[in-house]
């Protein structure tokens, strides 16, 4: 897959792991697609390690979306817990 679609790969999951964890985010869109963006990297490097599978087949193999959308949702939580602590201080 080329840099555009991992781009957009990066853009829907991030979306996508905002809508299935709601809540404030202090970074607002922007800072949700960039954690889209390096969820997908994330989510296809960790299938390759943990699983042996090739999780970037292709842009529309649904084991790209769920690698993506996963490694969206772990960064997601991550970045909230780092920044939630700097929001009540």
């Known amino acids: 897959m080329g840099v555009i679609a991992w781009i957009l790969i ?4 991030g979306i996508i792991a905002k809508a299935l ?3 404030k985010d202090p970074g607002g869109i922007i ?5 889209g963006i390096a969820g997908g990297l ?7 390690v943990i699983f042996g599978v090739d999780s970037i ?11 993506a959308i996963i490694g ?6 991550l970045y909230r817990v780092i920044t939630g602590n700097r ?3």
């Open 42 to 48: 994330l989510g296809g490097w960790l299938g390759k």
């Open 31 to 35: 800072i949700t697609m960039l954690i």
């Open 72 to 77: 969206s949702l772990i960064l997601l939580a």
């Open 10 to 13: 990066g853009l829907l999951a």
């Open 87 to 89: 929001r009540h201080a």
């Open 21 to 23: 964890m709601p809540g």
């Open 57 to 67: 087949d292709g842009f529309f193999d649904l084991s790209t979306w769920i690698a």
